[in-house]
Every structure is written in structure tokens, then in C-alpha cells.
């Protein structure tokens, strides 16, 4: 059939009809409007002057719309065409009285009309593809683009392509290079429509062409099959029906695209399996496959070679943003490593705050009540929080180590020169016996000695215990403490004997210096030194302000500030109260205290038990220091349990 002419019960071709089968003119009739379909060749339709009302204009211009050409002819006496017959509609007409040559030359008109009509549909119809399918494209690449986790950009990317070619199945494999060893493709990810239950295994094959996937990816070309059961006989590679036998599926199109990287290497192979006629359909009974799937045109291998360059690239920027995570992840480890080598007994309090503050914020985002019940964290704030937990503290490599490690009240070369003066006393004490023994036997010979003796010697255990209590009430008062104790009379009656040094100089027991450092009621530190440990906040924050962090990290420097001020302004460095403290510094606060009392890593202090450190917080909360409900959060939350059991 090279034609096909339409014509209603009220017209008869039959004068014409050897003509129209030289013409090889398919003739149908038709009698309802809803007939009037234009076939894959050109199509007429005679409309006869007793069949204008069976078809009325709006049928007549839908089948003018879809290609199709009307030839009009005219009733006895109509010369031309009629005012009620749009001539728009209207390919040729002929009045009542014409001959079959005639109405032969009109038809001849019709049909080239018809044919021109369906090739400007066609074309209508393909750019009208072109714009969807490159706005598909835009839409994906767009997707794609703004996709940083690879796993999700690897889904996306599948399934993308699957729905741009009503592909059933697909699966999506990457090229890798172990230390030293060949390159290999990973098996990375693998979807089917029909069968979503099948389970994923991740495997690597060769990178050779014994497979699709490996020969696509060692001669960088698409490779099409239209049945994966029928392969050419000259190629390597072969179709492992195995996984079709034990599933019940039945592989049969497929289009393998390789992926290119900006240097024209194969960095993954796409594979697209089954396309349906309809992406809808699910391919359940071999007559499934027989009738819905079909082959892989040769404008899909265009479309989804140009995916495959977007995929390709923006792989490569997700491995790439990935690595530099990882590099910006080493960082932050090593600085942390670093802080903790300048005081090992703090080992692991880095990360423990931030494991428990981040704890905190996810008991936050699940809390379906209180004042934060609307607060929530995406993963990038909660990125960002972690961050600013394991450097809160980094500030302190500007503190001076002596200082940083301070355990206890004295410094431990002072705390030896209090017990080299405290032997030294006691030596004399005990010379000072000796000498005198020796001077009344001089003096006095053997009478009266041993009543002398017994007298000296009383004296002097008397002494001598009298030091060893001054040396022991020194080691206890080296002692810091948790919390403001002792009153410390009886060692500032100490301080205020004396002795006399080797050059006869009478000298304190204790300076005052050491007075000062062993009377300090809370801790190791004096004032000064304290003021000096609060410069690590200082120190943080100057050194994390350098850092150039991206927008998502741009509030760790401010977040890591403010872990040590309080809610009522009695913190530091800032003193700021209340609103003028983040959330996320809020919650760092109570990780950061919490970790503080219960660490059992430091040796200027005890350990204190879970609940004994939740009693001390709840008074800084009543004290209005802790914000009340992220405290109770923290409790009811117990986030702290999970990173003890870590």
C-alpha cells in the first residue's frame, strides 16, 4: 500500500477504482467521524456533498491536524467552495460535474498535501522530542550536578537512564585499579523493574572483552544487541544465562554506553537492559518478553551517551568532593591527634564530645515536644557540628605545656625542692640530737646522760613527727579537688616557721609562691594559669577563622567559640548570655562538662560517677548556667551511654 483513500457510504470509487490499485491506493470506507485516523502513508479523504454533515469541521481539522488531506466535491450547481466548508480544510475541489482524470490529478494534489502534512508532523513530533529529550537531559544533568554522596548519584544516575529509555533493567559498573594490580570492573549497582527483589551482589569481572561491560569499557564504544541470545559469532564475549534461568527473567535488548572522564578514560560502564514499549509495563511471562520488549534505537544510543558524559563527570566531581572530604577528614584527625599528644591524659575527650553532642542533636530532631520540639539538623549541620567537636580544643597548643598538664598544685620541681627542704630539716633535727648528746657528755660525762638522752630523744621524735605531718599535710594540700575544699590554717602555720638554711639564713618553710599554689580551694591552677588555659578558646577560634571552610562548614569557628560561656554570663572568654549562644554551642557545653566529670583519663582528678556528674549539671542548670531543656534531653536522650559503650 503506497496510499489510502477514505470515502463515506454516499460516495462510490468504483469509476476509479483501477485506477487507485494501479496507484496501489488502499480504499476504506467510512462512516463516523471517530473513523477518520491517517495512516503510517498518505491519506484522502473524498468528502462528498452528502457527507459534510456526517463530518463535521472539528472532525475534519483533527484528521487535517494528524496529516491527513480532504478532497471536497462540490453539489450540482456549486462552482466553488462553500461558505460552510472551511477552506483551510480544503486540499482541492472539484464541482459536481468531473471527469475520473480529473478527480485522478486532485487526489495526486491531496496526497502530495497529506504527504508534506505528515512529514511537518513528523518533524513537529521529533523536535518536540528533541526539546523534551534535551530538557529530560538538562533536568538530569542539573540532578546530577548538586548530588554529592556517589551511592545516590549512582541510583540516580540508573535510573535516569532506565526512564529516558523505558529500559526495564539496568546496571551500572565502575572501574577500579588495586595497588599494583590490572584494572577490573566493580559491579557496583544493578535495578529491575519487573524483578526488584532480586538480590544485589557486588563482584568485579575483568576489564577485557570476555563481557558486554568489559568489552564497552576497552574499546570505549556503545555496544548494542537486540537479543543477548543470539550474539554475533566472531565476538569474545558471551551472556551468562544463569542469573535469567534462577530469576525467571529473560535478557534480551541491550545497550551498553561506556562513561568518560574529562581525559577520555573509561571510568564505568552504564548497561541497559530490556526497553519496553511502555516504562510502566511489568515483564512477567515469556509472551511479556516476546511482544513488549524491543531494541535499542539509534537515537537512545545518542541520548544516553550524552547521560553517560554528565554521569561521567559528575562521578568524577563526587569522587573528587569525596577525597577531599577525606583529605579535610585525615586534617581534622591529625589536629585532633596533635592536641592529644600534648596532653595524652586527655585522650579521647575530643572525640567524645563530639560523638555525644552530635548524640544530643538527633535526640533534639526526634523530639516530638519542648521548646526545641521544631528544631531539626540536616546532615551537613550535623557535619558541621561534629567538626566543631573535635576542634574545640584545638586552641590549645597555644597554651604552654607545663600548664596544659598540670595534675597537680606544685609543679613537680617545686613540689621536689619542698621535699629536699623537708630532709634537710629533718637532718638538721636529727644533727641537732646528735650535737647536743655529744655536748653533755662533754660537759657532763656519763651522769645524768641517760635521763638527758631520754629527754633529747622525745624531743626530737616529737619534732620529727611534727615534719612528717607538715610533709604530708603538703602532699595532701597538692591534692586539687573537684569542688572549693579546705581551709588550710594549719599549713599557713607551717609557712610561717622557719629554719636555717647551710648559710646560717633563716628561711620559711614554705615561699610564698608555694603557699599560694597550695592553698588553691578548686583544681591545680592559680589564677594566672587559669586565665591562661581560657585562652585555648581564644586560640581555637583565631585558628579555625583561617581555615577557609565551605559555606556548609562556615559556622564551626563560631559553634567551637562559645563551648565554655554560660547562659547566665559567668563563662568565658566573651561572658555573653543567653540568645547570644547558638544552640549547637549549648549542647557542646553540656557534652563538653559532661565528658570533663566523668573522664577517667586524667590524673588531676577523680573520676566521677554518671549520676553524681548529673547532679553537679542539674545544679549548673538551676544555677542558670546549662539551658534546662537540652539537659534534659541529654538525660532522657542518654546520649553519653552510647559513647561510653563506644
Known amino acids: 500500500m503506497k496510499y489510502r483513500l477514505l470515502h463515506a457510504p454516499s460516495y462510490d470509487p468504483t469509476p476509479i477504482a483501477a485506477a487507485l490499485a494501479a496507484e496501489r ?3 476504506r470506507r467510512v462512516s463516523m467521524p471517530g473513523e477518520l485516523a491517517v495512516a503510517t502513508v498518505p491519506t484522502a479523504l473524498i468528502l462528498d456533498a452528502e457527507s459534510r454533515n456526517r463530518f463535521p469541521g472539528s472532525a475534519l481539522t483533527a484528521f487535517v491536524d494528524q496529516g491527513g488531506a480532504v478532497l471536497a466535491l462540490g453539489a450540482p450547481g456549486e462552482a466553488d467552495v462553500p461558505a460552510a466548508l472551511p477552506a483551510e480544510l480544503v486540499s482541492a475541489f472539484l464541482p459536481a460535474a468531473h471527469g475520473p482524470r480529473q478527480l485522478l490529478v486532485a487526489l495526486r494534489t491531496a496526497y502530495r498535501e ?7 508532523t513528523r518533524a513537529r513530533v521529533e523536535a518536540a522530542n528533541r526539546t523534551r529529550e534535551l530538557g529530560e537531559l538538562t533536568r538530569i544533568g542539573m540532578a546530577l550536578s ?11 544516575i540508573l535510573s535516569q537512564a532506565r526512564a529516558l529509555t523505558d529500559a526495564d533493567a539496568g546496571s551500572l559498573y565502575l572501574t577500579e585499579r588495586p595497588d599494583d594490580a590490572p584494572r577490573q570492573l566493580r559491579f557496583k549497582l544493578a535495578q529491575n523493574f519487573s524483578r526488584p527483589e532480586i538480590p544485589f551482589i557486588e563482584f568485579t569481572i575483568p576489564f577485557d572483552k570476555t563481557s558486554i561491560a568489559g568489552t564497552v569499557a576497552s574499546t570505549g564504544e556503545p555496544l548494542v544487541l537486540d537479543d543477548a541470545y543470539q550474539l554475533p559469532a566472531d565476538v569474545e564475549y558471551s551472556i551468562n544465562r544463569s542469573f535469567d534461568e534462577k530469576y525467571g527473567y529473560r535478557t534480551k535488548s541491550i545497550l551498553a554506553i561506556p562513561m568518560s572522564d574529562h581525559k577520555d578514560q573509561v571510568i564505568g560502564v552504564l548497561q541497559l537492559i530490556n526497553r519496553k514499549v511502555a516504562y ?24 544516553v551517551s550524552a547521560l553517560a558524559g554528565q554521569a561521567a563527570v559528575a ?16 586534617f581534622v584527625n591529625a589536629a585532633v591527634i596533635a592536641i592529644e599528644q600534648r596532653d595524652p591524659t586527655t585522650f579521647g575527650h575530643s572525640g567524645r564530645v563530639a560523638s555525644m553532642t552530635v548524640g544530643l542533636a538527633q535526640t533534639v530532631d526526634r523530639a516530638g515536644d519542648g521548646a526545641y520540639r521544631q528544631v531539626s539538623f540536616s546532615p551537613q549541620e550535623m557535619r558541621e557540628l561534629r567538626y566543631a567537636g573535635l576542634l574545640h580544643d584545638f586552641g590549645k597548643v597555644g597554651v604552654r605545656e607545663q600548664v596544659l598538664v598540670k595534675a597537680k598544685k606544685l609543679y613537680a620541681p617545686d613540689l621536689s625542692l619542698v621535699r629536699q627542704r623537708h630532709a634537710f630539716i629533718r637532718r638538721t633535727v636529727e644533727r641537732d640530737f646528735e650535737r647536743q648528746r655529744a655536748d653533755f657528755l662533754e660537759r657532763n660525762g656519763r651522769e645524768g646522760y641517760d635521763a638527758f638522752r631520754a629527754e633529747l630523744r622525745a624531743e626530737q621524735d616529737r619534732r620529727l613527727v611534727d615534719l612528717d605531718r607538715f610533709m604530708n599535710l603538703v602532699l595532701d594540700s597538692n591534692e586539687p579537688t573537684l569542688l572549693p575544699e579546705g581551709s588550710f590554717e594549719e599549713l599557713m602555720r607551717f609557712s610561717e616557721r622557719t629554719y636555717d638554711d647551710l648559710d646560717g639564713r633563716s628561711q620559711p618553710f614554705l615561699t610564698d609562691d608555694e603557699m599560694r599554689f597550695l592553698t588553691i580551694r578548686k583544681g591545680s591552677l592559680d589564677e594566672q594559669e587559669r586565665l591562661e588555659i581560657e585562652s585555648h578558646v581564644s586560640h581555637t577560634y583565631q ?4 581555615i577557609p571552610w565551605t559555606k556548609e562548614l562556615q559556622n564551626v569557628p563560631s559553634i567551637a567559640y562559645g563551648h565554655h560561656e554560660k547562659l547566665n554570663g559567668r563563662g568565658y572568654p566573651r561572658k555573653v548570655t543567653g540568645t547570644q549562644i547558638p544552640i549547637q554551642t549549648r549542647m557542646m557545653t553540656i557534652a563538653d562538662i559532661f565528658d570533663a566529670l566523668t573522664a577517667s583519663d586524667r590524673p588531676y582528678k577523680r573520676a566521677v560517677p554518671v549520676p553524681r556528674a548529673l547532679d553537679i549539671m542539674a ?20 546520649a553519653f551511654e552510647k559513647v561510653r559503650q563506644e
Open 146 to 156: 548538586t548530588e554529592r554522596s556517589l551511592n545516590t548519584l549512582l541510583e540516580l
Open 315 to 330: 562521578i568524577e566531581n563526587s569522587e573528587l568532593y569525596e577525597s577531599i572530604e577525606r583529605l579535610f577528614e585525615g
Open 114 to 120: 497529506s504527504l508534506a502534512r505528515a512529514d511537518g
Open 543 to 546: 585558628f579555625l577563622l583561617k
Open 619 to 638: 545544679e549548673e542548670v538551676k544555677d542558670g548556667m546549662l539551658d534546662a531543656e537540652l539537659f534534659r534531653l541529654f538525660t532522657e536522650g542518654k
Open 280 to 303: 510502566q509495563l511489568r515483564l512477567s511471562t515469556p509472551a511479556d518478553f516476546a511482544s513488549s520488549v524491543v531494541s535499542f534505537p539509534p537515537r537512545t544510543v545518542e541520548l
Open 25 to 27: 491506493v488502499e480504499v
